[in-house]
């Protein structure tokens, strides 16, 4: 592991990941803080490619990353809720994937 921590903040565009992203770097990570417009989390080629650009060095995952649907849950339909798993949950699941390589040969990691 190297003395300066590289971050990824997923939803780093958003006002919480651009406070996560700037707290970050102000404690002297290397952060990289990704949104909607860099990839998209439902397809593994974008996240491998993404990770491939960067190296595949990260030693923190931050989540912050969401779909949100302004509508009562009863009112939701089977799709929203499958976009937003997708999103919210399977997304986060397969940049986490991505990241274990590292984190196993460095022998550090952290969400």
């Known amino acids: 592991m190297t003395d300066i921590l590289r971050a990824l903040v997923l939803g780093g565009h958003g006002d919480i990941g651009r406070a996560i992203a ?3 770097h102000a404690d002297g990570c290397d952060v990289v803080a ?3 417009s860099t990839f998209d989390m439902r397809d593994p080629s974008q996240i ?3 990770m491939a ?3 595949n060095r990260f030693e923190l995952l931050v989540h912050c ?4 649907r302004p509508a009562l ?3 939701l339909s089977d799709a929203d809720i ?3 798993l997708e999103i919210n949950l399977h997304g986060f ?3 986490a994937r991505a990241c274990l390589p590292h984190w196993r040969n460095s022998g550090f990691g952290r969400v």
Do not use: H
Request: aromatic share 8%; glycine share 12%; charged share 35%.
């Open 22 to 24: 700037a707290r970050l």
């Open 48 to 50: 491998d490619a993404f």
């Open 73 to 75: 849950f009863e009112n």
């Open 34 to 36: 990704v949104g909607r």
């Open 82 to 84: 499958r976009e937003s």
């Open 53 to 55: 650009r960067e190296g």
């Open 93 to 95: 699941l397969r940049v």
């Open 65 to 68: 990353a969401g779909l949100n």
